[in-house]
């Protein structure tokens, strides 16, 4: 078997650096955690691998249909395609009694945004208390959140609140469109913390056109927080969006910035997500393996059968990477 060190470099200085820097990440993680990998493979992308086939058993809500007011430039709404609607309570109500039925339990609730960068979440609040009362897991996207949905949010019971973070605010007006600073994103962090929900913090790479701009700063910040889980994702090209040919940020960088942030919050769970380039897919798993990562969204089988051969045993789950 190749060794960790064949994996992720040559001989040039900027790949040694590499080697050093994961060597410290994995010793770092294996010290601090049982040895386990958890593999997401919720139900809104069907998988079906060596290891595991999911089932459908946790589903994506989106209470906007396909429609989002800001129109970001790396998703226009494209990404919410695919999702089930429940454009109001009464639908959202229904569709939960359905899928209960059909042996659905757990619902991740989002949809797009409203201008003010929130996702209309309160006029629902009150079928996701029944929700839970059905014995749903329940996770939730916010957008930027103010205290009535935060204190809505609590009273239902949700399991995981979902909070994408942009620390760069040419990356807030250039590519979501909005007329905001990355305080407002803190303060949505704080806000939602001030309620005691078990708040997931998101993190994309490469944003703002592929580059890296204030992602690093912002996971400097967020190890100030009592954060239980973080989720690091990766810009992907959607087709059909002004994104569309922009090219994600490089493997190596993706690795290097998800080591430090291992490094950087020793016994903090970090997940990376199912958005993340296609280009150099093998390598780019391997690399997050070996960064100190607790959880990955759908792997290849190659990498699961890296995890065993590094020591690491399989948990696969339908849940959200976000919710393991």
Same mark, same amino acid.
């Given at each position: 078997?190749?060794?960790?060190?064949?994996?992720?470099?040559?001989?040039?200085?900027?790949?040694?650096?590499?080697?050093?820097?994961?060597?410290?990440?994995?010793?770092?993680?294996?010290?601090?955690?049982?040895?386990?990998?958890?593999?997401?493979?919720?139900?809104?992308?069907?998988?079906?691998?060596?290891?595991?086939?999911?089932?459908?058993?946790?589903?994506?809500?989106?209470?906007?249909?396909?429609?989002?007011?800001?129109?970001?430039?790396?998703?226009?709404?494209?990404?919410?395609?695919?999702?089930?609607?429940?454009?109001?309570?009464?639908?959202?109500?229904?569709?939960?009694?359905?899928?209960?039925?059909? /042996?659905?339990?757990?619902?991740?609730?989002?949809?797009?945004?409203?201008?003010?960068?929130?996702?209309?979440?309160?006029?629902?609040?009150?079928?996701?208390?029944?929700?839970?009362?059905?014995?749903?897991?329940?996770?939730?996207?916010?957008?930027?959140?103010?205290?009535?949905?935060?204190?809505?949010?609590?009273?239902?019971?949700?399991?995981?609140?979902?909070?994408?973070?942009? /620390?760069?605010?040419?990356?807030?007006?250039?590519?979501?469109?909005?007329?905001?600073?990355?305080?407002?994103?803190?303060?949505?962090?704080?806000?939602?913390?001030?309620?005691?929900?078990?708040?997931?913090?998101?993190?994309?790479?490469?944003?703002?056109?592929?580059?890296?701009?204030? !992602?690093?700063?912002?996971?400097?910040?967020?190890?100030?927080?009592?954060?239980?889980?973080?989720?690091?994702?990766?810009?992907?090209?959607?087709?059909?969006?002004?994104? /569309?040919?922009?090219?994600?940020?490089?493997?190596?960088?993706?690795?290097?910035?998800?080591?430090?942030?291992?490094?950087?919050?020793?016994?903090?769970?970090?997940?990376?997500?199912?958005?993340?380039?296609?280009?150099?897919?093998?390598?780019?798993?391997?690399?997050?393996?070996?960064?100190?990562?607790?959880?990955?969204?759908?792997?290849?089988? !190659?990498?699961?059968?890296?995890?065993?051969?590094?020591?690491?045993?399989?948990?696969?789950?339908?849940?959200?990477?976000?919710?393991?």
């Amino acid at each position: 078997m190749n060794s960790r060190d064949d994996l992720f470099w040559s001989e040039s200085d900027q790949n040694a650096n590499l080697s050093d820097l994961l060597k410290e990440a994995w010793n770092l993680r294996r010290k601090t955690f049982p040895d386990l990998i958890h593999f997401a493979v919720p139900g809104g992308r069907h998988y079906d691998g060596k290891y595991f086939s999911n089932s459908g058993r946790f589903l994506n809500v989106s209470i906007t249909g396909m429609s989002c007011a800001l129109q970001c430039d790396h998703c226009q709404g494209i990404m919410l395609n695919g999702m089930i609607p429940a454009l109001n309570p009464e639908k959202l109500q229904e569709l939960g009694i359905t899928l209960q039925k059909k /042996g659905v339990t757990g619902l991740l609730i989002t949809g797009g945004c409203d201008r003010e960068g929130q996702v209309p979440l309160k006029p629902f609040l009150t079928v996701v208390t029944y929700l839970k009362s059905l014995d749903f897991t329940i996770h939730v996207h916010t957008g930027l959140a103010d205290k009535e949905t935060a204190v809505g949010l609590k009273r239902a019971g949700v399991d995981k609140v979902f909070l994408d973070m942009i /620390g760069d605010a040419d990356t807030i007006r250039r590519v979501y469109h909005l007329d905001r600073k990355p305080s407002a994103f803190i303060n949505a962090l704080e806000t939602l913390l001030a309620e005691d929900l078990d708040v997931v913090p998101h993190v994309v790479l490469g944003l703002n056109y592929g580059k890296i701009m204030g !992602e690093e700063n912002l996971i400097q910040t967020l190890s100030d927080y009592p954060l239980e889980t973080l989720v690091l994702v990766a810009l992907r090209a959607v087709p059909g969006s002004p994104m /569309g040919g922009v090219r994600g940020p490089d493997p190596a960088e993706i690795v290097r910035i998800t080591a430090q942030t291992r490094l950087l919050n020793p016994s903090l769970k970090l997940s990376f997500g199912c958005a993340r380039p296609c280009t150099q897919k093998a390598w780019l798993e391997r690399g997050l393996i070996a960064a100190g990562i607790n959880t990955l969204a759908f792997p290849l089988d !190659e990498t699961i059968d890296l995890a065993l051969a590094w020591g690491l045993k399989p948990v696969m789950s339908e849940m959200c990477c976000g919710g393991l």
